[in-house]
């Protein structure tokens, strides 16, 4: 029986047919892999996936996290279980060195590896995913001794780590944060404040908890160019690495989420007197690079976390994709539509147009979704092991363009892919007997995790598509006329399209800033960016064309008809938003608040 997580054989074209990740071996750092051992773990992977995540989702969601008598966090014994087992197994250190224990896997197969535990169980993989984040972090910006200390247990299994950014007066809005960080003589700082939406803030089921926390140091600038980041642990460690004394990081309280539930998220208290390690206020925190410097170091893991986010609404997505197609080819109901016989036996639900419409819309959502967040994952390698500074350079600036769109893309279609899931199911879609309903309650999280749509629609707009003269914009183009030229004669359709679409999109773009109002050129950014974001899920959908071009099969073919499907019905809805921000319209940004 096929996976109803994800297809291993889309896997396998994305990451071999398309990506050529087997490429990436010829250099140094992954010398020492090849395609068997990328199949070996992508293989560990799918089997703990399915026997130590998925078997354990549904029954973390009913069993939410809970805090007893003493103020401990509770959670279902299968969740430890499943943790240990990913653990044990190596994949917290999949992506980092040698030297730390890790195995040195290029970041792109890495991150299929681990979609097999975002389709499997969200909830609980969501805490060895912070954690490589949080260690990734710190290998980019922290000491070599704040390395040995802090992430060598984290790769082991025995730390986990959190990011601690928002606070409840706060939200997104980071330049209004008030948790204080005041230097002491031995060099560490002493932090006092609150901290909301912490995921994985507190818990038993690691020796400890590595919290990376943004603060200001009083006398620093305002705003956001005035904060920095601190690691504070749960628990301090003495000279030797050993646990030493409670530090003062105190659990407030739990918040109940609609989805994500296996995933304990919290309030915590930084410096609130529960402990006072050394008799002194305040929770001990070590700077991580250098002071008022702590947001650019956050985003290390901010852009970490929202390619990540548009990875597990992809993986939910396609899970519920596959379960509405698997319940589509088993239920019997109704009769094809030029059946004139009352008696004759209902057909299953696929025989229906409408039924095969809802399929296919979600078929192109989450392949393409997956697609993006692994070419996403792809650059990165490139940006980090391509053998010259150019074609670095490009990669990053390409990274940079495309990210808010590939956390916020999937967060809109996948969901929507979850949805017709439900639709597909009928009214068993709507009941818990059936998966499809926890499904999209998870990924209705995923528009907020990270930065909402309007956030990333201000990045996109505001900041990335006009950096260094519209640079990332221009090497997008490239990319984009690289896959035109590549493209297939039964794919000119669709190349001619997508050209068109992106030039369009430049002179928009060029349009919107040249009033010089960024007022009304950011007044419509969240629909710049669903237009933006379609254009690049088309783009993708023509690179897998050309990989697929001229190869025969049920499975080339499904690829073909779906990039279609997203040509012909999807694409041509850009238009009407172009139009809209070529326009320069007024309407939400001259609305009063006091006409609502």
């Given at each position: 029986?096929?996976s109803?997580?994800?297809?291993?054989?889309?896997?396998?074209?994305l990451?071999y047919?398309?990506?050529d990740v087997?490429?990436?071996t010829?250099?140094?750092?992954?010398?020492?892999?090849?395609r068997?051992t990328?199949d070996?773990?992508?293989?560990?992977?799918e089997?703990?996936?399915?026997?130590?995540?998925a078997g354990?989702?549904?029954?973390?969601?009913?069993?939410?996290?809970?805090?007893?008598?003493?103020?401990?966090?509770v959670?279902?014994p299968?969740?430890k279980?499943?943790l240990?087992?990913?653990?044990?197994?190596?994949?917290?250190a999949?992506?980092?060195?040698e030297a730390?224990g890790g195995?040195?896997?290029p970041?792109?197969v890495?991150?299929?590896v681990?979609?097999?535990?975002?389709?499997?169980?969200?909830?609980t993989?969501?805490?060895?995913?912070?954690?490589?984040?949080?260690?990734?972090?710190?290998?980019?910006?922290?000491?070599p001794?704040q390395?040995e200390?802090?992430?060598r247990p984290?790769?082991?299994?025995?730390?986990f780590?959190?990011m601690?950014?928002?606070?409840?007066?706060?939200?997104?809005?980071l330049?209004d944060?008030?948790?204080?960080?005041?230097?002491?003589?031995d060099?560490?700082?002493?932090?006092?404040g609150?901290k909301m939406?912490?995921s994985a803030?507190d818990?038993?089921?690691?020796?400890n908890?590595?919290?990376l926390?943004l603060?200001?140091?009083?006398?620093g600038?305002?705003?956001?160019?005035?904060?920095s980041l601190?690691?504070v642990p749960?628990?301090?460690l003495?000279?030797?690495?050993g646990?030493?004394?409670?530090?003062?990081?105190?659990?407030?309280?739990?918040?109940?989420?609609?989805?994500?539930?296996?995933?304990v998220?919290?309030?915590?208290n930084?410096?609130?007197g529960v402990?006072?390690?050394?008799?002194?206020?305040g929770?001990?925190?070590?700077?991580?690079?250098?002071?008022?410097?702590?947001?650019?170091?956050?985003f290390?893991m901010?852009?970490?976390?929202?390619?990540?986010?548009?990875?597990?609404a992809?993986?939910?997505g396609y899970?519920?994709?596959?379960?509405?197609?698997d319940?589509?080819?088993v239920?019997?109901?109704?009769?094809p539509?030029?059946?004139?016989?009352p008696?004759?036996p209902p057909?299953?639900?696929?025989?229906?147009?409408d039924?095969?419409r809802?399929?296919?819309?979600?078929?192109s959502y989450v392949?393409?979704?997956?697609?993006l967040?692994?070419?996403c994952?792809r650059?990165?390698d490139?940006?980090?092991?391509?053998?010259?500074?150019?074609?670095?350079r490009?990669?990053?600036?390409l990274?940079?363009?495309?990210?808010?769109?590939a956390?916020?893309?999937?967060s809109?279609?996948?969901?929507?892919?979850?949805?017709?899931?439900?639709q597909?199911h009928?009214?068993?879609?709507y009941t818990?007997?059936?998966?499809?309903?926890?499904?999209?309650?998870?990924?209705?999280l995923?528009?907020?995790?990270?930065?909402t749509?309007g956030v990333?629609?201000?990045?996109?707009?505001?900041?990335?598509?006009?950096a260094?003269g519209?640079?990332?914009?221009?090497?997008?183009g490239?990319?984009i006329?690289?896959t035109?030229?590549?493209?297939?004669?039964?794919?000119q359709?669709?190349?001619e399209?997508?050209?068109?679409?992106?030039?369009?999109?430049?002179?928009v773009t060029?349009r919107?800033?040249?009033?010089?109002d960024?007022?009304?050129?950011?007044?419509?950014?969240s629909?710049?960016?669903?237009?933006a974001g379609?254009?690049?899920?088309?783009?993708?959908?023509?690179e897998?064309?050309v990989?697929?071009?001229?190869?025969?099969?049920?499975?080339?073919t499904?690829?073909?008809?779906?990039?279609?499907?997203?040509?012909?019905?999807?694409?041509?809805?850009t238009?009407?938003q172009?139009d809209?921000l070529?326009?320069?319209?007024?309407?939400?940004?001259?609305?009063?608040?006091a006409?609502?």
């Amino acid at each position: 029986m096929s996976s109803l997580l994800l297809s291993r054989r889309d896997l396998e074209f994305l990451l071999y047919e398309w990506l050529d990740v087997t490429a990436l071996t010829r250099r140094e750092r992954y010398a020492e892999h090849s395609r068997e051992t990328f199949d070996a773990v992508l293989e560990l992977g799918e089997r703990i996936a399915d026997e130590h995540f998925a078997g354990h989702n549904k029954l973390a969601d009913v069993n939410e996290p809970t805090m007893d008598g003493d103020g401990r966090v509770v959670l279902i014994p299968e969740v430890k279980a499943a943790l240990d087992v990913f653990a044990r197994a190596g994949l917290l250190a999949a992506e980092f060195d040698e030297a730390l224990g890790g195995m040195q896997l290029p970041n792109v197969v890495s991150k299929a590896v681990l979609s097999w535990f975002q389709a499997a169980n969200v909830g609980t993989s969501a805490y060895p995913f912070l954690t490589i984040a949080n260690a990734n972090l710190l290998v980019a910006h922290g000491s070599p001794e704040q390395v040995e200390r802090w992430v060598r247990p984290m790769a082991e299994g025995r730390f986990f780590g959190t990011m601690c950014l928002s606070e409840p007066q706060a939200g997104s809005s980071l330049a209004d944060i008030t948790t204080r960080a005041e230097p002491q003589e031995d060099g560490t700082h002493r932090l006092t404040g609150t901290k909301m939406w912490i995921s994985a803030g507190d818990h038993e089921l690691s020796e400890n908890i590595v919290h990376l926390v943004l603060a200001k140091i009083p006398g620093g600038p305002p705003g956001v160019k005035g904060i920095s980041l601190f690691i504070v642990p749960k628990v301090l460690l003495d000279e030797d690495g050993g646990l030493g004394e409670r530090n003062d990081v105190a659990l407030v309280g739990l918040n109940h989420k609609m989805g994500y539930r296996g995933t304990v998220n919290t309030v915590l208290n930084f410096g609130e007197g529960v402990h006072t390690p050394g008799g002194s206020p305040g929770a001990v925190g070590y700077l991580v690079g250098e002071p008022h410097k702590g947001l650019i170091y956050m985003f290390h893991m901010m852009n970490e976390a929202r390619i990540g986010v548009g990875l597990d609404a992809s993986a939910l997505g396609y899970t519920g994709y596959l379960h509405a197609l698997d319940y589509a080819k088993v239920r019997l109901q109704g009769r094809p539509l030029a059946g004139k016989d009352p008696s004759a036996p209902p057909v299953p639900l696929i025989e229906h147009v409408d039924v095969r419409r809802m399929l296919l819309a979600q078929k192109s959502y989450v392949e393409g979704g997956l697609a993006l967040g692994l070419y996403c994952s792809r650059l990165v390698d490139e940006e980090r092991t391509a053998e010259n500074e150019a074609d670095r350079r490009r990669a990053s600036l390409l990274l940079d363009v495309l990210t808010p769109i590939a956390k916020s893309w999937p967060s809109q279609w996948c969901l929507a892919a979850n949805d017709l899931a439900i639709q597909v199911h009928g009214g068993y879609g709507y009941t818990r007997e059936y998966n499809v309903e926890q499904f999209y309650r998870d990924n209705r999280l995923n528009p907020i995790h990270e930065g909402t749509h309007g956030v990333q629609g201000l990045d996109l707009l505001g900041r990335k598509v006009v950096a260094q003269g519209g640079e990332g914009l221009r090497v997008l183009g490239e990319a984009i006329a690289a896959t035109v030229s590549r493209a297939p004669a039964t794919a000119q359709a669709e190349a001619e399209r997508l050209t068109a679409a992106f030039d369009r999109l430049a002179a928009v773009t060029a349009r919107l800033w040249s009033t010089g109002d960024a007022e009304v050129a950011l007044a419509n950014a969240s629909v710049y960016l669903e237009a933006a974001g379609h254009i690049v899920v088309a783009w993708i959908w023509l690179e897998q064309l050309v990989a697929a071009a001229d190869r025969e099969g049920d499975f080339y073919t499904g690829k073909r008809r779906a990039a279609r499907y997203f040509f012909r019905y999807e694409l041509p809805r850009t238009g009407p938003q172009l139009d809209l921000l070529d326009s320069l319209d007024r309407t939400t940004l001259d609305m009063d608040p006091a006409w609502f």
